[in-house]
């Protein structure tokens, strides 16, 4: 090329420079705008950032007039959860990066906590299976599910909990595990070691389903303090369903999912709590006899079920929904009754992808003390509803649009509601920074 340059005329010299010039910013912007923009499908790297902007909308509620003020997190994530340290706002990525999120100076930041690595050996998984798989995909869905924070009377520090995906590097395969760890120093926020308390039973590969995929989605992984000896944890049955897979893991008791297991702290047992469940993306617990958990259905079948030790909720015997190639014979066998198990509670329709649920408690939102507040991911809402405790059963709900897939809902420590955002998909790469959500009582600043 310098050779065929220096051969030319002054004129053409210059010609050749400038399109050679053109073309080299065109590739650049192209680059940018295409295979960069392209939700990073052929370059998954993570991209992080420094600055917090913070956007301000209003909601017209039922009730309330509502201040939205959002916050883009330090980076790409899917999964992902919020809870708070006292007044410190936590937010873990999917990867297992621990923030404060805190503010200083009418200044916004994400402060990283220096932790250690949860060995859940989640790089040796995707370089291990990236080139069949896909590198962006594994990212994506192999981490984190939850995070709790909480003190129990075993230990005098404060706990946090983590529940995330698990590969056993000899075996070549995956679970689901709970770890925990001590904050050493509540102030700087310091932590020690994490320990592994809990695996689930049964180890899982691609070979347990029809298309040899690995079904990490379907995996629950919400955590609730139960008492003081005892957490318990939701985990999903990993599409081993009798239709992806000829594994029916829920009504299986001798592996764990499917299932909500309780987790005894003090002893390191664990046991079946409930079974029967497919997806169950939400766990609150209220009191003993109001456990309350969200879960994904099938098509048409996202359900609230009111939790009782030993009782089995019929995935996927029983269930309102339908399979998503309308194969009804291999979903529900109670003719769309739910008869010899138990029912749930509520159950939405097409198109809602319900995720965490809460009870509201705080006199901040004076109206909706004692309601239960769901998320969703497809239906980018809030869902606030009225429960009836004596007849256990659903009388009034509202719809409030956020215009953003909800992954975690929590209540903050002075009666404001917060919430983290989730890219959409991620299988083909990172889609959009996930956003951290407060909403505020604009007639109740306090």
Known sequence: MIILIAMLNKKKKILLIAILASVSIIAVISFYFGAYSFY???????????????KIEYLDTAYNDIEKKSYNTPGYSKYGSIDFLNDKLIYMQGDGQIFLFHEKNKNFKFKKITAQKIPINRDEFIKKHEKIHGKAKLRNFFGLRDIMINKFDLVDTTSIFVSSMDYDIDKDCYKMSVFRNEFINVDEIKLTEWKKIFSSKQCLTSDMNYEKQYYLASSGGRIVKYDENNILLSIGNFDGD?????????????????KIIKINLKDSTDEI???GHRNPQGLFLLDKDYIFASEHGPKGGDEINLIAQGKNYGWPVATYGTDYLKKSSKVDKTNNSHNGYEKPIFSWGNNYGVSQIIVYKSDYFD???????????VGKTLTRMVFDIERKSILYIENIPIDKRIRDIIEGPNGKIVLLTDQKGGVDGFTEIPEIIFLENKLNKN
């Open 40 to 54: 990073h499908k052929y370059f998954p790297f993570n991209k992080s950032t420094s600055t917090v902007t913070e």
């Open 367 to 377: 109206k909706w003390k004692g309601n239960i507040i769901t998320s969703s991911l």
């Open 242 to 258: 009798g239709y992806y897979s000829s594994y029916i893991h829920s009504q299986d008791l001798s592996n764990d999912y499917g």
């Open 273 to 275: 709590f409930s079974l």
